[in-house]
């Protein structure tokens, strides 16, 4: 099963769209309704928010707005389709195999302006909040780094457990592993990072790395007055391998992501 962020960008309007139908046939779908919730973290539990019912082959779009008024301000919020409703509070987020299918069950993230609007799929796959300790790392940022051209990442981590767990991530040269910024991030939560300013190099490109937790990074640029907007996430280590044995392609990965891990982790301290 998939969890959906909102991921507040002020002035900008969120919006989410959810489909309860799966993107390709797949005998796994039975074609029932299914419920819609919202969640958040207190730290110590998950609220769980029942937000309305939604019959088999429907779609809804929501923002925050729409959402029941008890949700607080300054939670990140995230929605989930479940097949029955669930208690008010939960120690930990289901992970259930509901709506799983290939390709993957989709989302839609629609932020909006006053003049345009940008989209992009916005799932969080269950599968991640399994992974009890993890590390993020992503080649090639799309950090816009022309004139007046505003660039921010919204780097989204999820775990199963409400704990909300500090951590850091860097923005850093490639080959030479020299640090361009820290940046405070948390699980939990969708954390909004303004990356303006940031000058790349083609000999030396950039990197995003955490070695504190796992998460979803995507990125979002526009023009000062938010005319007009770019929205998309760079390419997952997983992408850059195709075909063959999945137990062979994931001893590759491991071994590619171990070493820029060890060479990056040289310049971070712990």
Not at 20 to 30: E, G, I, L, Q, Y
């Amino acid at each position: 099963m998939n969890y959906y962020f909102l991921p507040q960008v002020s002035p900008l309007k969120t919006e989410v769209t959810l489909a309860n139908f799966p993107p390709t046939t797949t005998a796994s779908w039975t074609g029932e309704s299914t419920y819609v919730h919202a969640t958040f973290s207190t730290g110590a539990e998950w609220k769980v928010v029942f937000v309305q019912e939604l019959a088999a082959g429907s779609t809804v779009s929501l923002s925050s707005d729409d959402l029941p008024g008890q949700l607080p301000d300054g939670n990140s919020v995230f929605l989930f389709m479940y097949p029955e409703r669930l208690p008010e509070s939960l120690g930990a987020l289901p992970t259930d195999p509901f709506m799983e299918s290939e390709p993957s069950w989709r989302g839609n993230i629609k932020l909006s302006s006053g003049t345009t609007s940008v989209s992009y799929q916005g799932e969080y796959p269950g599968s991640m909040l399994k992974i009890p300790k993890g590390t993020l790392l992503t080649f090639n940022p799309l950090i816009q780094t022309h004139s007046e051209v505003v660039t921010k990442v919204i780097v989204v981590s999820l775990l199963r457990a409400p704990e909300i767990k500090e951590g850091r991530l860097f923005v850093v040269h490639q080959v030479s592993g020299k640090i361009k910024k820290e940046c405070e991030v948390a699980t939990n939560k969708c954390n909004l990072i303004d990356l303006s300013g940031m000058e790349n190099d083609s000999k030396d490109p950039l990197c995003l790395y955490s070695p504190d937790l796992v998460g979803i990074p995507i990125f979002l640029s526009h023009d000062p007055s938010y005319r007009f907007l770019s929205f998309e996430h760079s390419y997952p280590l997983q992408e850059i391998v195709v075909f063959g044995e999945i137990s062979k392609r994931f001893d590759f990965l491991k071994e590619v992501k171990n070493y820029w891990i060890d060479s990056l982790g040289k310049n971070v301290s712990y």
